[in-house]
T-cell receptor, first 114, second 115 residues
Framework: GDSVTQMEGPVTLSEEAFLTINCTYTATGYPSLFWYVQYPGEGLQLLLKATKADDKGSNKGFEATYRKETTSFHLEKGSVQVSDSAVYFCALEGGSGNTGKLIFGQGTTLQVKP | NAGVTQTPKFQVLKTGQSMTLQCAQDMNHEYMSWYRQDPGMGLRLIHYSVGAGITDQGEVPNGYNVSRSTTEDFPLRLLSAAPSQTSVYFC??????????????FGPGTRLTVL
């Protein structure tokens, strides 16, 4: 079945460092891909998305490119801030599309130190 | 506009007790769903609904019941709680099932402990 694998955390960085969180997926067809962020004590918020191969999603300085050839959707940010400390989830829309069913990776905790 | 609300925020149950987790949204969304979040496992879909009167099972439905009598509300019922149901539960909603175009909004979660 469809699945998402994320790099193990936690990831600890200093402020202004470069961030990469790896995400790879297994799916039939061409799923839409998402990154969600969960700040402490809150629910998940959509960070960015990409709906087809080679699309780049971006928001708040974060970027991710849908790579069909490597089945990856790695999250990057050029200069992290303390306020970026959160849990980041990679996800895909399961099934044959338009199902609304999100399949999540296990989450990666990011801690940014001043 | 409150978005997606969940009650209670925290709950402790004894094994065998029953309870209902409440979820409501005020965005007139047709699609609603329940996920559970466990350490190291991400979120897993329990049940979902594509509209009032229509529900279906997700990946981990055993031990949970749902109903959808109105567009706004989507309660999750635990009939006989078990320690394996200790988790954080999230409700989500969106306008349609097309996740690629309609953002899913998540509630703040309910942290449930079953002793």
């Amino acid at each position: 079945g469809d699945s998402v694998t994320q790099m193990e955390g936690p990831v600890t960085l200093s402020e202004e460092a470069f961030l990469t969180i790896n995400c790879t997926y297994t799916a039939t067809g061409y799923p839409s891909l998402f990154w969600y962020v969960q700040y402490p004590g809150e629910g998940l918020q959509l960070l960015l998305k990409a709906t087809k191969a080679d699309d780049k999603g971006s928001n708040k300085g974060f970027e991710a490119t849908y790579r069909k050839e490597t089945t990856s959707f790695h999250l990057e940010k050029g200069s992290v801030q303390v306020s970026d400390s959160a849990v980041y989830f990679c996800a895909l829309e399961g099934g044959s599309g338009n199902t609304g069913k999100l399949i999540f990776g296990q989450g990666t905790t990011l801690q940014v130190k001043p | 506009n409150a978005g997606v609300t969940q009650t209670p925020k925290f709950q402790v149950l004894k094994t065998g007790q029953s309870m209902t987790l409440q979820c409501a949204q005020d965005m007139n969304h047709e699609y609603m769903s329940w996920y559970r979040q466990d350490p190291g496992m991400g979120l897993r879909l329990i049940h979902y609904s594509v509209g009032a009167g229509i529900t279906d099972q997700g990946e981990v439905p055993n031990g949970y019941n749902v109903s959808r009598s109105t567009t706004e509300d989507f309660p999750l019922r635990l009939l006989s709680a078990a320690p394996s149901q200790t988790s954080v539960y999230f409700c989500a909603s969106s306008y349609s099932t097309t996740a690629s175009t309609d953002t899913q909004y998540f509630g703040p979660g309910t942290r449930l402990t079953v002793l």
